[in-house]
């Protein structure tokens, strides 16, 4: 803990970054970015999201995006229509999801 100040402060910066990156990514989408205030976890409001009225959320990026996201509706009843996306990861990952899910909201217009 005592020489772990730059590291830290370098986690966080990153972090910032891959908010920053999500939300400029995500930004001409139908998902609108929460912007978080102190954690790595976004969440990811898809209620205007187009997609089948008994389709879940999270069987949506699994099956079509092939994307791992936490359905919000498992963290209570004001989760519903929202997603969790961790972005503690590297930058590479983070694109290759945000692709996926935004190839998938092409496709479904």
Known sequence: YKYGGPWFFGLLHYLEQNIQFVEKELSNTP?????????????????????????????????????????????????????????????STLQEALTRIKSVIQSSK
């Open 31 to 91: 998902i609108q970015v929460m912007h978080p205030e102190g954690t790595y976890l976004l969440w990811l409001d898809c209620r205007k999201l187009k997609r089948d009225s008994n389709e879940s959320l999270q069987r949506f990026f699994i099956q079509k995006a092939r994307v791992w996201l936490s359905e919000g509706s498992e963290f209570g009843k004001g989760g519903d229509g929202f997603v969790r996306m961790n972005i503690a990861t590297s930058r």
